[in-house]
């Protein structure tokens, strides 16, 4: 399973979570962190910090 899989599933694990257990205007604010924070931080980095990491994910990190 690759990273992106596995960052997607953990999030939905939260985001289902939430829903069951929080009132709902509590789930929308964890939702909109799970998708939020990924966000922010691919938008704090350089450009080219930002080519780096589109280069390493075309080539698979570890390869």
Same mark, same amino acid.
């Given at each position: 399973?690759?990273?992106?899989? &596995?960052?997607?599933?953990?999030?939905?694990?939260?985001?289902?979570?939430?829903?069951?257990?929080?009132?709902?205007?509590?789930?929308?604010?964890?939702?909109l962190?799970?998708?939020?924070?990924?966000?922010?931080?691919?938008?704090?980095?350089?450009?080219?910090?930002?080519? *780096? /990491? &589109?280069?390493?994910? *075309? *080539?698979? /990190?570890? *390869?």
């Amino acid at each position: 399973m690759s990273p992106i899989q &596995k960052y997607a599933v953990g999030a939905g694990i939260a985001v289902v979570l939430a829903w069951l257990i929080l009132p709902g205007w509590l789930t929308l604010l964890v939702v909109l962190g799970v998708v939020a924070a990924p966000v922010v931080g691919y938008l704090m980095l350089d450009p080219s910090q930002r080519e *780096r /990491l &589109k280069r390493a994910r *075309r *080539r698979g /990190l570890g *390869r």
